[in-house]
C-alpha cells in the first residue's frame, strides 16, 4: 500500500496507541465474588443473594443435571455490588443443580450455597390461606449489632454498625421494603412478633404505626422486650396500636391465633404472668376442636436467657395438653431457627423469624393447607437493604451468618399435620 505524505507521519502514531492498546485499553478484570448464600427454596423457585468486589450483572446457571446446566437467569437492571435474584418455574420435588458467574468467575460451593437443593412438595389439600410475619422492627435504633453484657454500666463488647445515612435509617427502609414486599403476596394478614420499637417511645410506636399502616391486608402486633413500659407514662405499644390487652386471641378460616405477651413491664425481661397463664390455659381448653398458633415474642416453649426454667416447664405442660395446636412462632433471637419439640404425641414446630432490621433481615410467609403448612423465609431485597445485610452479616465478630442464617432448613418447611389436626381441620 503505497502512504501519501501525511500518512506517512500520522502511521507511526496510530501503530504506536495499537501497541499500547492492550495495556491502557484491557477489558476489565473477573469479578470478585464475596461470598452467595442460598435464601429460600419454595416449590417453585429459589432465592439467591451475594456481593461482588465491584459493580456487574451476573447470571445463574441451573438445570437437573449437574454436568449440563441448560437453563440460565440474568439479573436484570444495571451492575451492581450487592445481588439478589430470584429463579422461578420450577417443578416441585425435584432435584436441581445451579452455578453463580459474575463476568467468568464462579462462586465456589459453601454451606451457605451448596449449589444444590430440591424444591419443596407442599402438603396435600386445598390451600386455606396465608400470613406474613414481621418481627424486630427497632424503630428509631442508631446502632445495630451491639453486644452488651447484663451489668449496664460496663461498655459494649463490640461497636456495632451504623447506617451511612440517617435521614433514611436501616429501620426505616428495611420494614418498608418488607411490608412492599409482603403486598405483593396473596396473604390474608400479617402478623408483627414484637420489638417494633427500640426504646419503647411513643414517636418509635407510631413510626411503626405509619409504616405498617401501608400493609394491605389487616395486621396484628405482639410486645417485645423493647416494648416494655419502663417509666414512661403511658403503656406507648397498648395506646398507639389501640389495643384492650396486650395478650389477646383473633380466629380465622376456623383456625384460632392466641397472641401473648411474654414481657415484663417496668424492665422488659422475661415474663408470664399467672393472669395470662391462666387466660392462655382457659382458651385452649374452651377450643379443643380448633387447630391453634400459638405465637410469642420469645421462644417461651424452648426457654430464653431470661426466662425462667419454672415457665418454661409450665408452657410446656400447656402444649402436652392440647394436640390441637399447629405451631408456635416467636422472633428476639434474630435468627432463623426451626426445631422440632416432641409433645402430646407428635412434633410440633418452633418457627423462630429472623429480624426484619438486620441480617439476614426479612420476613416469613406461612401458608396453611387442609392437611400441612409451609413457611419461607424471604430477604428484603431494596438496594439499600441488600448493602445493609453485607454490613450486618459481620455482626458476632464475623460470625452472623453461623449464628443467625441458619441452614436452610431453618429458613424453609413443609409440615404435614399429624392425623389429629388434619382431622380438627376436616372439621
Known sequence: MKLSKNNRRTYPIILALFCLAPASFSLPAAAKILFAELVTVTEHSFELYWATDQPQTCLVKYGGNQSQLDQKKTEPGRAAAYHFLSVNNLQPGVKYFYELECRGAK??????????LVTQTLP???????FAVMTDLHQGETVAGLILLPISWLPALSPGFTWKYPVDNYWAFTARNAVEQINQYPIDFTVVDGDLSAFYSRDEFESAKNLLDHLQKPYYVLRGNHDRVGEQPEDWFKKVF?????AYSFSHQG?????????????GLGEIPEKEFIWLEKKLAANKNLPTFIISHRPDELGAPDISKETVARFRAVLEKNPQVIACIHGHGHKAQIKMLKTAGQDLPIIMVPSTKEYPSGFGIIRVFENGLAYNFHRTNCADCLEWSATTRREYFGRAPSVLFGQISDRNLVYPFPEAIRALVKK
Do not use: V, W
Not at 396435600?124 to 396465608?130: A, D, E, I, R, V
Open 255 to 267: 383456625f384460632l391465633f392466641l397472641c401473648l405477651d411474654d414481657t415484663r413491664l417496668e424492665d
Open 242 to 246: 389501640n389495643l384492650e390487652e396486650s
Open 107 to 116: 462462586a465456589p460451593r459453601s454451606r451457605l450455597s451448596p449449589g444444590t
Open 124 to 130: 396435600s389439600g386445598n390451600l386455606l390461606f396465608s
